[in-house]
């Protein structure tokens, strides 16, 4: 069987991480790298299977327009991104397979799974809090994965989101609180706690190497290429949309 050919939007610390695994996995070859010092488009890159994106939100229009007219199947990691960008995501989606995901750990999807059925069962009695940390070099707070988490224990936006307190502010409202913690080298942390007089469940997902979000990026890359037009989850991929 022949390799899945990628095309790496963003030749950062993950880009470098999953082509230095697919260099030592003859199911994935990397064709090219898009980013400063490689090409400046996924255009300028051929014969292709799929696309990976961990680069910057500026990149996401670009990418959907070269990906439409080649009909590109896109794994999309990259975070930070504006509800108009999602939204071109998702038009796009109508006519290509595209995975989206703000985190492609395997442990992370089991976590938000986990999270979410705590939260159905505790949410009118509990305190729900969420916290994570991440290096000193990460650019976007909350991340990408502590939105996920919120997401999954409240989907509908029942709850007034508050990141961080100072002050005086008063006795806890109708309110998640999310925290973001920066330094050193961590890969990324994150824990959900649920708290209620006398007792506290908390949930909690480390991740100690980039490795396994790329890994999770290369499985996502073989759902994305082998799959038909529409917006994918890592849940998708992992659990098989069950």
Known sequence: MSALRIGLIGNGKMGRMIDSICAQDERFAVAGFVGPGACQALGELTDLDVALDFSYPGNVTMML???????????????????????????????LPIVRALNFSTGMAVMRRLARMASDALREDFDIEIVETHHNQKED???????????SVDPDGEFTVVCG????????GHE?????????????????????PMEEIELRHRADSREIFARGALRAAQFAAAAKPGLYTIDDVIFGGK
Do not use: Y
Request: hydrophobic share 40%; net charge positive.
């Open 65 to 95: 327009e070269d990906a439409l007219r080649r009909n590109l199947p896109l794994v999309i990691g990259t975070t930070g991104l504006s509800a108009q960008q999602e939204d071109q995501i998702r038009a796009a989606s109508a006519q």
């Open 141 to 151: 707070a909350p991340s990408g994965s502590a939105v996920a988490l919120l997401q």
């Open 165 to 172: 307190r100072e002050g005086r502010p008063g006795k806890r």
């Open 176 to 196: 998640i609180g999310v925290h973001s913690l920066r330094g050193g080298t961590v890969a990324g942390e994150h824990s959900v706690r649920f708290f209620v």
